[in-house]
């Protein structure tokens, strides 16, 4: 990507916005527009904004998996792993005992 030859004055937006838009799909990135000679603002498509926001949230997830890793806060899988399994047997459990309820509750008078 040649971000020199994407870098447009405000002038340029101002007389090609709806072209600008058009063509900004089929671009190789984003385009900068300068006011006073100084690049002001960045324009890209929709599809690439996103892509660009996906790509920061997994960043951000992984800067902070490794910070927990520096931190010493990790746990072995497998505890987690049992830990979730035991979880989920006590939900069990008490949906059960709550239906068995709800039983003996519709059976008296």
């Known amino acids: 990507m040649k971000l020199s030859r994407q870098i447009k004055p405000i002038s340029y937006l101002k007389a090609h916005a709806a072209e600008i838009v058009r063509n900004l799909s089929g ?3 984003p385009m900068v527009i300068t006011q006073n000679g100084e690049a002001k603002v960045v324009i890209q498509d ?17 800067a902070l998996g490794t910070l927990q890793v520096e931190k010493g806060k990790v746990q072995p899988a497998g505890d987690v792993v049992q830990r979730l399994r035991d979880r989920r047997k006590k939900k069990h459990i008490f949906v059960q005992a709550h239906e ?3 039983v003996f509750d519709m059976g008296t008078p």
């Open 46 to 62: 929709i599809e690439s904004y996103e892509q660009n926001q996906e790509t920061m949230a997994l960043l951000k997830i992984l």
């Open 27 to 29: 671009q190789d990135g």
């Open 100 to 102: 068995q309820q709800q």
